[in-house]
């Protein structure tokens, strides 16, 4: 529908055109159509039309306009929700360009980072400048309508002008064609993903300009999520990088510990996940493909789980609220199995296993009568655990949970009824013995549990087996723990002497058998930032992001036996 018109004076123009305020999330072709999710600009209001651009990404900020017609669709506003919100919508796979293949050469730097070719589609929001609605004298006061040539005419100068500012400002919009993510991913061997946790909101005095060009240019509170684009966007490790999985605290309702946190849903938390989505993480490449999250404490309030004699059924007054925003605020563009009171799920990604546990939102009261049958998830939960083992035996497999499960707090191993004091798997004995008992009976040797909350970042190897059983009982498992993203605060920070680690202890598994859990040294890596897990033929690879870091070295090979550092 585009051509070449007469470039428009900015003071002629009556549409300006603007990205979205997220990043445009998308999902697999659901028939004809690729859904789609972002946020439109609040202070924009809702846009007159979309504008859908024919659009090259050729890997860092490179970009470029295909000689393509673009789409323009008139905008119809939801009848649920305000400007800012989750936008849900659509386009059809016939619009998309015809897929670019990726090219494995080197780029014009001569360093060792592919080039790559991934055609797809910008989407922009058009809006109507304000003298476009009442354009005095010549149109006396009434609507100024655009007929079809000067509306064509009015979009390339609103294009125009957009595409003049740096890309940063606008290539959040980019979406791939179906299949140019996965192509472009095709010769990088296994999955690779990024694990992250814990933001804690940048505040009044954070602001970081140039961070997008420069991660270095970012202050403390953006420091790692500046890093994790760079790393994606412009590494060769990065590159690899199909999905980032978020263990928790996303957001930080509860920011102020209760001192000046607001009284209204909307704004603790609806406001926090629109603003961690506009910031460094809309820049995420287009070659991340997914981003999940999982829900954990300060989503809700710090260690929430329900209190006898608390209001709302033992809940609280913010339990609903925080698990109706963390569905409606989610990552998927497409469909998802779960709603509010479902929030665990599973997913295959680039050949591995992934079970996104939820070890925070059916957590049962605890007191002292019932420390040691308390449950931290669901029977209905551990059932859909065991069945994604069994679906999933022979591949690489992820358990994603907030709560750390190994290693146990030295407290909850010298005492088991300090359980109560603790916030992870260890304060809940009776539901990390069926976790773990699990895993045996699966004999998922290799698995590896992802987990966040603690603000420290390690990994332990960990062997389950049967008490008086021979080798073939043997399970060898990884726990891998991601530090936070923003921890300014040192009382938050688990101490690596509260973790008991290297210990033993025996439990009842399945069917009456006793088993025995060994858990190795706790290998630790404190400091702000997060992990990069790669399988490999050899295994899974591990690497820890930090400041001030140079090079990008594998700390450990995870694999099915012991943990080799």
């Known amino acids: 529908m585009s051509a070449i018109f007469r470039r428009l004076a900015p003071s002629a123009l009556l549409i300006s055109a603007e990205a979205p305020g997220h990043r445009v999330e998308h999902g697999a072709p659901e028939g004809d159509r690729v859904p789609v999710l972002t946020a439109l600009r609040p202070e924009r209001g809702w846009p007159h039309w979309l504008l859908w651009v024919p659009m090259r990404w050729r890997g860092g900020w490179d970009?470029?306009?295909?000689p393509l017609p673009w789409r323009i669709e008139a905008f119809v506003p939801p009848g649920v929700g305000q400007p800012g919100a989750p936008w849900r919508g659509s386009q059809a796979v016939e619009a998309f360009p015809a897929p670019a293949a990726s090219m494995p050469v080197a780029e014009d730097g001569g360093d060792d980072l592919p080039a790559i070719a991934m055609d797809g589609l910008l989407l922009l929001a058009l809006y109507l400048e304000p003298?476009?609605?009442?354009?005095?004298?010549?149109?006396?006061?009434?609507?100024?309508?655009?007929?079809?040539?000067?509306?064509?005419?009015?979009?390339?100068?609103?294009?125009?002008?957009?595409?003049?500012?740096?890309?940063?400002?606008?290539?959040?919009?980019f979406v791939p064609a179906p299949g140019e993510a996965q192509a472009a991913a095709a010769d990088t061997g296994g999955v690779c993903f990024a694990l992250a946790?814990?933001?804690?909101?940048?505040?009044?005095?954070?602001?970081?300009?140039?961070?997008?060009?420069?991660?270095?240019?970012?202050?403390?509170?953006?420091?790692?999520?500046?890093?994790?684009?760079?790393?994606?966007?412009?590494?060769?490790?990065?590159?690899?990088?199909?999905?980032?999985?978020?263990?928790?605290?996303?957001?930080?309702?509860?920011?102020?510990?209760?001192?000046?946190?607001?009284?209204?849903?909307?704004?603790?938390?609806?406001?926090?996940?629109?603003?961690?989505?506009?910031?460094?993480?809309?820049?995420?490449?287009?070659?991340?493909?997914?981003?999940?999250?999982?829900?954990?404490?300060?989503?809700?309030?710090?260690n929430w789980e329900p209190s006898p004699g608390a209001s709302h059924d033992g809940h609280g007054p913010w339990f609903e609220v925080a698990r109706q925003a963390a569905w409606e605020h989610r990552w998927e563009a497409g469909a998802r199995v779960g709603g509010p009171g479902l929030l665990w799920h599973d997913f295959d990604w680039r050949g591995a296993a992934f079970f996104i546990a939820d070890a925070r939102c059916e957590?049962?009261?605890?007191?002292?009568?019932?420390?040691?049958?308390?449950?931290?998830?669901?029977?209905?939960?551990?059932?859909?655990?065991?069945?994604?083992?069994?679906?999933?035996?022979?591949?690489?497999?992820?358990?994603?949970?907030?709560?750390?499960?190994?290693?146990?707090?030295?407290?909850?191993?010298?005492?088991?009824?300090?359980?109560?004091?603790?916030?992870?798997?260890?304060?809940?004995?009776?539901?990390?013995?069926?976790?773990?008992?699990?895993?045996?009976?699966?004999?998922?040797?290799?698995?590896?549990?992802?987990?966040?909350?603690?603000?420290?970042?390690?990994?332990?190897?960990?062997?389950?087996?049967?008490?008086?059983?021979?080798?073939?009982?043997?399970?060898?498992?990884?726990?891998?723990?991601?530090?936070?993203?923003?921890?300014?605060?040192?009382?938050?920070?688990?101490?690596?002497?509260?973790?008991?680690?290297?210990?033993?202890?025996?439990?009842?598994?399945?069917?009456?058998?006793?088993?025995?859990?060994?858990?190795?040294?706790?290998?630790?890596?404190?400091?702000d930032g997060f992990a990069v897990l790669r399988v490999t033929g050899a295994g899974t690879e591990l690497w820890f992001d930090r400041a001030g870091q140079t090079g990008e070295e594998t700390i450990a090979m995870l694999s099915g036996g012991n943990l080799d550092a």
């Open 63 to 66: 970009y470029e306009r295909l």
């Open 363 to 527: 957590r049962e009261a605890r007191r002292v009568a019932n420390w040691s049958t308390a449950r931290i998830w669901s029977v209905a939960q551990r059932d859909a655990f065991g069945e994604w083992l069994a679906r999933s035996a022979g591949r690489p497999r992820f358990v994603m949970s907030g709560s750390l499960p190994l290693p146990r707090k030295r407290m909850t191993a010298e005492h088991a009824s300090s359980c109560l004091r603790s916030d992870a798997w260890d304060g809940y004995p009776h539901s990390l013995h069926e976790l773990l008992g699990q895993v045996w009976r699966h004999r998922a040797s290799g698995l590896v549990f992802l987990s966040g909350d603690e603000h420290r970042s390690g990994w332990a190897s960990v062997e389950i087996s049967a008490v008086g059983g021979d080798d073939s009982s043997r399970v060898h498992v990884h726990s891998v723990h991601s530090s936070a993203l923003y921890a300014p605060w040192p009382f938050a920070i688990t101490a690596e002497e509260e973790l008991a680690a290297p210990e033993a202890f025996e439990f009842d598994g399945p069917d009456g058998q006793r088993l025995r859990c060994v858990v190795g040294a706790w290998v630790d890596h404190p400091g």
């Open 131 to 173: 003298r476009a609605l009442a354009m005095e004298g010549e149109h006396h006061g009434v609507m100024h309508e655009l007929g079809e040539e000067e509306l064509r005419a009015q979009v390339e100068g609103a294009l125009d002008e957009l595409l003049d500012l740096p890309p940063h400002r606008w290539a959040h919009g």
């Open 197 to 302: 946790a814990c933001q804690y909101p940048p505040g009044l005095l954070d602001v970081s300009p140039g961070w997008e060009l420069d991660a270095s240019q970012a202050g403390p509170a953006l420091a790692s999520l500046a890093r994790l684009h760079r790393f994606t966007r412009s590494t060769a490790r990065g590159r690899a990088c199909s999905l980032v999985l978020f263990a928790g605290d996303q957001i930080y309702a509860d920011a102020s510990g209760g001192l000046a946190d607001s009284r209204s849903g909307v704004e603790r938390y609806a406001r926090g996940y629109g603003e961690f989505k506009a910031g460094p993480a809309r820049l995420l490449p287009p070659t991340v493909a997914r981003v999940v999250h999982g829900v954990d404490d300060h989503e809700i309030v710090d």
